[in-house]
């Protein structure tokens, strides 16, 4: 049913954005041996920083904070495979096989160990680094990762409101001949209370529909692009035509989840860590709204004594809807990691 092959893969590199251009960002592949990784970095201007995109996010998700981050950090941000420009390698997505890919890309493109902030999943993936690949890592940072909840069976039985996105994601996404990438917000509910929903609008779907077959009628062999739209609509669609839905059924179907045991993951890490906590309700006809509880939290930090904890009242994407926040709890932690990195030498 999956073409084997990124159709997108062999693009060249391209930054749209101005203001990341201007901040001296380059795009570029690193082929670990197994898939070919695309990433964007930064100026050498301090330590470096690698981010890691939440599930079908690629490196765009970060535009609003490279800039900013460029100024005190050497910045890689990394389109994980199955994303962006990278490969896809449809029956080949888990925690083991993703999770070796950064390992080779921290080991051979960067000089020396970094802090690994991942939103998400791409926050789990950073906690494997830490527990796999130790010496790779100066810090981590888990910003919104889904702990403890994206584990089986508690994903898919008890906090199963995430589970039935990704659910409702491979149903739109996986028929590459006749599929409407529209239809990934058609039907898409939000609980706001455990009696009212929010509903995307259908005219927006329709809308939108009718855009994106516009946009691949002049433009067949590129990436969604959707002018006059606001930015979150632009990104989530271009990442959206450059995801394989196979990565999201892997989750659905179990593939995924082999090398990655939360508790045993957090017990092995000794690295700083800075835990970073968005909004989340539960509901009782939905289960967990968001990618953590407070339980969840405070069992982190039980885990990893050094772990530092940080609400930040926002969306589940927090670098993109509170960027400012973000960079400044990210800056921060960075400050305190070379802090004891320089205590240590002495």
Known sequence: MYPYRNPYEDLPGEIESRAV???????????????????????DNGPPLVLLPAQTGTWQSYERVLPTLARHHRVYAVD??????S??????????????????????????PSIVSGNSSGGLLALWCASNVPEHVAGLVLEDAPVFSA?????????????????????????FEHRDLADYLRGQT?????????????????????????????????????????????????????????????????????????????TRTRCP???????????????LVGAMDDDDAARIQQLVPQAEYRRIAANHVIHAYRPRQFVNALEEFARSVSGRDGAQRE
């Open 273 to 287: 860590l800075l835990v970073l906590h968005g909004d989340w309700h539960r509901f009782p006809a939905y289960g």
């Open 21 to 43: 251009r201007k901040a001296g960002y380059r795009e570029l592949r690193f082929d670990t041996g197994s898939v070919r990784l695309n990433y964007v970095v930064g100026p």
């Open 151 to 175: 584990e089986m069976p508690r994903f898919r039985d008890t906090d199963r409101y995430v589970y039935e996105g990704l659910r409702h994601a491979v149903v739109a996404l996986e028929d």
């Open 80 to 85: 994980v495979r199955g994303h962006g420009k």
């Open 190 to 266: 939000l609980p706001v209370s455990e009696t009212r929903v929010k509903r995307m609008p259908v005219w927006f779907v329709r809308l939108l529909s009718r855009r994106i077959r516009a946009d691949l009628r002049k433009r067949p062999d590129r990436p969604i692009r959707l002018r006059g739209f606001p930015w979150v609509v632009r990104t989530l669609f271009r990442s959206l035509s450059m995801f394989d839905p196979d990565f999201a059924r892997a989750f659905v179907d179990g593939r995924f989840y082999a090398g990655l045991d939360h508790t045993e993951a957090l």
């Open 87 to 112: 490969t896809w390698t449809p029956g080949d997505y888990s925690w083991a096989s993703v999770g070796a890919d950064v390992a080779v890309f921290l080991r051979e493109v960067l000089s020396e």
